[in-house]
DNA sequence: AGCTTGATTGCCT
DNA sequence: GGCAATCAAGCTA
C-alpha cells in the first residue's frame, strides 16, 4: 500500500517508527528503509525551530512530499514532510533493487555501505535539490508500507548539538545497514 | 558585509 | 579516535 499524504499528517514523532520497514525507492532504486530520525518545531536540533525560511520552506509545505537539503556544503539529507514543521530523516535502507546503479554512483562495494548514512542513501539514490519539495507518491518516487513490522528500536539522534537526549532515533532492532548501532 | 556552523563522510594516525 | 573537505543558510551588525 502507498503511503501518502494521510499518513504523514500527523507529528513526525508518530511517523517515524511507522516508517520503519517501509520500501522506498526513486526511479526504481531502494530498498528497505532501516533507521529515521523524527524532528518537529518545538525541537531545538530542528531546521524549523526558528520558523519559515527559504531553505525549510517544504517543511511547513503539504504532508507527504519531500524535503531535501545540503549539509556541510557537500552532502544532501531526504526527509519526509509530517505535519507543518516537523519532519522525518530518512538515515539508512538496507539495498533492495538497483544494487548495480548504487554500487556506481557510491564507488564501494561493501553492500552495508551503499546507504547506512543520510549522506550516502541520498547518493547511492540519485536525490538532490532536484527532488525538493516533489510529492512522495508520484514518480520518481515511491513509497509503500511494511508487510510485516519488524522489531523497532529507539535512540539519541546522531549529529546533533540541541535537543541530544531526545530518543526520536527510530531503527530495526541489530539491522547491519545502520550507519552506526544503537547506543 | 562578514562570521559561524552544520540532521556528514572518508581518510589519516 | 581525530580532523579536513567545502559552502551557503542564517545570524550579527
Redesign the pocket.
Given at each position: 500500500m502507498t503511503l501518502g499524504p494521510a499518513f504523514f499528517d500527523r507529528p513526525a514523532p508518530e511517523v517515524a517508527p511507522e516508517l520503519i520497514g517501509a520500501t522506498l525507492l526513486v526511479n526504481g532504486v531502494g530498498g528497505v528503509l532501516v533507521e529515521v530520525?523524527a524532528?518537529d518545531q518545538a525541537d531545538p536540533?530542528?531546521?524549523?525551530f526558528?520558523g519559515p525560511?527559504?531553505?525549510?520552506a517544504a517543511?511547513f509545505g503539504p504532508p507527504g512530499h519531500a524535503?531535501v537539503y545540503?549539509?556541510?556544503?557537500?552532502?544532501w539529507?531526504l526527509?519526509f514532510v509530517c505535519q507543518p514543521g516537523s519532519?522525518v530523516?530518512i538515515?539508512a535502507l538496507e539495498p533492495q533493487h538497483g544494487l548495480d546503479l548504487m554500487h556506481q554512483r557510491?564507488g564501494?562495494v561493501a553492500e552495508r555501505?551503499l546507504c547506512?548514512?543520510?549522506?550516502?542513501?541520498c547518493?547511492a539514490l540519485g536525490i538532490s535539490i532536484a527532488q525538493n519539495g516533489l510529492p512522495l507518491d508520484a514518480s520518481p518516487f515511491s513509497l509503500s508500507a511494511a508487510d510485516t513490522r519488524p522489531d523497532i528500536a529507539a535512540g539519541p539522534?546522531?549529529?546533533?548539538?540541541k535537543g541530544v537526549d531526545t530518543p526520536w532515533r527510530f531503527v530495526v532492532a541489530g539491522s547491519l545497514f545502520l550507519?552506526k548501532p544503537l547506543r
Open positions: 530520525e524532528y536540533a530542528s531546521h524549523s526558528r525560511t527559504p531553505r525549510n517543511m524535503y545540503k549539509i556541510y556544503g557537500m552532502h539529507c526527509n519532519a530523516l538515515r557510491r564501494v555501505q547506512s548514512g543520510p549522506g550516502k542513501l547518493q539522534r546522531i549529529g546533533i548539538t550507519s
